[in-house]
DNA sequence: AGTCGTAACTCGTAAGGACAAGTGACGTCT
DNA sequence: AGACGTCACTTGTCCTTACGAGTTACGACT
């Protein structure tokens, strides 16, 4: 057993007794922790102060915990979905399309109107509150369960070059890369990946466990001149999958947002 | 002002009243919340619900607390760095090396021995308890503060073919790539991205605010034979940086990792 | 004028008690 | 045998009380 240590609150040396007791393999993945009652003896403090400890370790994701069962440490797996984005052209020079082959529509995809944030304009080099076009769906990988929401906004302006866009909001973006690369534009993408942690209807749909942050993939299509046409979001719950590029060459620099 | 609303526990109802004033714009960013007195008097609760209600937003990332001054609804801002990582050669068919430029190093490196786990492994393609060289470094980007946490592991029996790389196990990313080109290979890259949340340790170091998520950047440098050479780490907190790949023909698999 | 202490605010920690609600096993009744 | 109710266990919620500790402003003292 893991004393408890001198320096910090109370509630933290608890934390980190239980911590190390998981990391040291005194509880091993998947098993059950001590009930808080048998905490409260172990370390002679106030259910409260189990509580604040179980917290802590639950914010971390290390433990998981059920009403009316108990604790368990949560195993340290690795997401089970990896989401391979490849540089290279396929044999025939055609791209294939994102989310074609594996996701499934869970429910019908959402159409509305909406009009540009700063972080949406900011994507498609457009200001505040210019009209777009929305489409939300549902995604679901049929064999692992995951879940993730996938949205593509369009610009009016956009549309306009592009009337077959207009008519049908609520196409794949298979569909919709079809009809752009037939208006003549030649496409490339640019995909920014950020994460945060969900707020709770992100978690209610995703179905994500406590403690889980939301890999947040943002995918611009470039056109002619280098226009952002479309954006797309796409996010998933971090335990279940990871995102791999594979690149040829590198070049990387760093660019500072301005403030 | 909000009123609180019947379903589900009194905290969930009250986070849920200052949530909606926080999103509806009557409580703006950067702005001060009502303390947990006033929260008391205002829905008629007493201070452990209010604390409650009050760490469930702060888990969401929504507000900041400080100790003695209150709390703060957390400005939706992003994040101040982008780290291109760009697909396309130089023009003179060199490539540049990541991490050059843009960060110093906080710290001098560690430099160390250890073996692979199941997550290196799995990158390296080696089995788990192989040997390993691994170099850990603080990065600091001078102008905004972010803190980034870089980490080299090669395996003993790459170090065999490049006899120099055994050396100095400490060099920089771009002296090992030099080395590596030096020795006849062509090397490309695959990088995976995940995201979860820290530890105690990565969160002090990386110096992370609440509910921030790092962003982890696996990179794997591969050589002859698409032999993978060495595996780099790094990890950034998700608040701080994003990044930023661009990518001109687009083909995309999902595979799923055997359980 | 400048320094310092104090008071009044803030959130942080800790303890106590009480009851609700989910879970699973065991025994009883049909 | 099967269904069902009860009980003992778990965590969840909520309250009260008390004090520690960081922050700020104001006023008194030097």
């Known amino acids: 057993m893991t004393e408890i240590q001198r320096p910090g609150a109370l509630y933290q040396q608890v934390a980190a007794a239980i911590r190390g007791a998981i990391l040291s393999g005194e509880f091993t993945p998947d098993s059950l922790l ?6 409260m003896a172990r370390y002679q ?21 059920r009403h ?8 340290g797996s690795q997401p089970a979905l990896t989401i391979e984005r490849r540089i290279s052209r396929t044999s025939d020079g055609q791209f294939v ?14 159409t509305y109107r909406t009009r540009t944030t700063k972080t949406t304009g900011h994507f498609l080099a457009l200001n505040e509150e210019e009209a777009l076009f929305g489409c939300d769906r549902l995604l679901t990988d049929p064999e692992t369960g995951t879940r993730a929401m996938h949205r593509t906004l369009i610009p009016f302006e956009v549309t306009e070059g592009a009337p077959a866009l207009a008519e049908e909001p609520g196409k794949t973006p298979a569909e919709v890369y079809r009809t752009l690369t037939q208006a003549g534009h030649k496409l490339w993408w640019s995909e920014t990946v950020r994460a945060h942690m969900p707020m709770p209807d992100e978690r209610t749909t995703l179905q994500l466990p406590d403690a889980t942050p939301i890999l947040h993939l943002s995918r611009v299509t470039h056109g002619a001149n280098d226009r952002p046409l479309i954006l797309e979001e796409f996010r998933v719950g971090a335990d279940r999958a ?8 590198d070049k990387q620099t760093t660019r500072r947002r301005p403030a």
Chains 1, 2 share one sequence.
Do not use: C, H
Request: hydrophobic share 40%; no cysteine.
């Open 242 to 249: 990871e995102l791999a590029y594979r690149i040829t060459a």
């Open 68 to 75: 009316g069962k108990g604790s368990f440490v949560r195993s």
């Open 34 to 39: 001590p009930s808080e009652a048998q905490l």
């Open 97 to 110: 399309m994102p989310n074609g082959d594996v996701w499934t529509e869970a429910e019908q995809p959402s």
């Open 45 to 65: 403090v106030s259910r409260p102060t189990v509580r604040n400890a179980v917290a802590a370790l639950r914010a971390e994701g290390l433990i998981d915990v």
